[in-house]
DNA sequence: CCAGACGTTGTT
DNA sequence: GTCTGG
DNA sequence: CCAGACGTTGTT
DNA sequence: GTCTGG
């Protein structure tokens, strides 16, 4: 699973530079000319998904603002709202397809979220140590979501939401993720472009529902501070190195 | 049919 | 809105 | 996911 | 053991 991410990338028109593949003409333009997105975006060294942060994802249509936590749009009221999104960080790719939560938007409303890492604990000895996973170089990671629109009957308003989809751990994850096995759907990139494109068949996004190779991808243990959600996490510190004698390597 | 859930995780 | 359990 | 709490009373 | 907050 993937409840953890860093996302320090906050400028708007680099992310149009880099997504410029699938986002519609005129959208490169419209970023890179437009500050505002920077203002919106605090840099995240370490979030949590569970604080529900607004993040920007990729659509087919474009760049959009959504809070982690996917609401599913037939959910009636707030209460109910609230309860899922708690649960729906994440979204198993081998059941989304028949999950109520997910089977409209993994159909039509697939969306991209890069991030420049992810977090995840490993166990040992009775203890869980945080690793920080990166990719290679300046690149992000881009990993693979849905995306839902929810209204508020009561109030009139609108929130636009996202999931991260997850598979089986690969051969370098199950170590790290050694109690859960599970990591977020990374993405190659020249699988973006059918990501998004809502007329991509079922039968080819459940292909591209795959465990990443371990090719470009890095890992290292940070500090175990970011075992203690009441303190604030979101420093430089979080992604930066720490050795532990007792750890094996991986 | 109706009522109620709808999600993730874990079991060193 | 759609599925499952009873 | 993790750490930490885990109760009662009153209340237009 | 299970729920809540971050």
Known sequence: MCYSIAFMEKRAGKLAARYQGILPPGWKEQLAGNEAGDDVLPTYYFVSGFAHPNLPVFGHDGMMLASWGLIPHWVKD?????????????????????????????????????VDGFFEWRAHDGKKYPY?????????????????????????????????????????????????NRMPLILPRDAETAWVDPDTPHATVKDMIQPAGEHGINAHPVSRKLNYARQDRNTPEAIERVTYDELPDL
Not at 88 to 100: H, I, M, R, S, W
């Open 78 to 114: 707030r209460e109910l709202a609230e309860k899922l999104r708690n649960g729906t960080l994440n979204a198993v790719g081998e059941t989304a397809f028949e999950k109520p939560s997910f089977r409209k938007s993994i159909r039509s409303q697939r969306c991209l979220l890069p």
């Open 132 to 180: 920080f996973i990166y990719p290679d170089g300046d690149d992000m990671f881009t990993l693979g979501c849905l995306y839902d629109l929810w209204t508020d009957k009561h109030t009139g308003e609108m929130i636009q939401t996202f999931s991260i989809i997850t598979t089986p751990a690969n051969s370098l994850m199950a170590i790290i993720h050694n109690q859960k």
